[in-house]
Nanobody
Framework: QLQASGGGLAQPGGSLRLSCAAS????????IGWFRRAPGKEREEISC???????NYADSVKGRFTISRDGAKNTVYLQMNSLKPEDTAAYYC????????????WGQGTQVTVSS
């Protein structure tokens, strides 16, 4: 099971940290992606981290968001700084096994709203 949390209301320029915690399997054997879906828009992958720690970011969040792993807590984080109203969306994490990409999990969404 994958549990996403940490969403909420933030002001423009503010910060939030999202967490994606796994239970029942070890995230270190999975590539993790953070996705978001804004109202009326398609789902967008905004960041990912490989099992070895390589990271990638969408241009829309590059320089503002940071993805990281904590193996001891079996959790992946998304630190979101300098938030903008256009970051408002439901955020989802996804885990894909490095051994078999048919093995994958989605967390439930956590809502992020950026508004003054």
């Amino acid at each position: 099971q994958l549990q996403a949390s940490g969403g909420g209301l933030a002001q423009p320029g503010g910060s939030l940290r999202l967490s994606c915690a796994a239970s029942g399997f070890a995230l270190r054997y999975y590539a993790i992606g953070w996705f978001r879906r804004a109202p009326g828009k398609e789902r967008e992958e905004i960041s990912c981290i490989s099992e070895s720690g390589n990271t990638n970011y969408a241009d829309s969040v590059k320089g503002r968001f940071t993805i990281s792993r904590d193996g001891a807590k079996n959790t992946v984080y998304l630190q979101m700084n300098s938030l903008k109203p256009e970051d408002t969306a439901a955020y989802y994490c996804h885990a894909r096994s490095v051994f078999d990409d048919r093995v994958n999990y989605w967390g439930q969404g956590t809502q992020v709203t950026v508004s003054s």
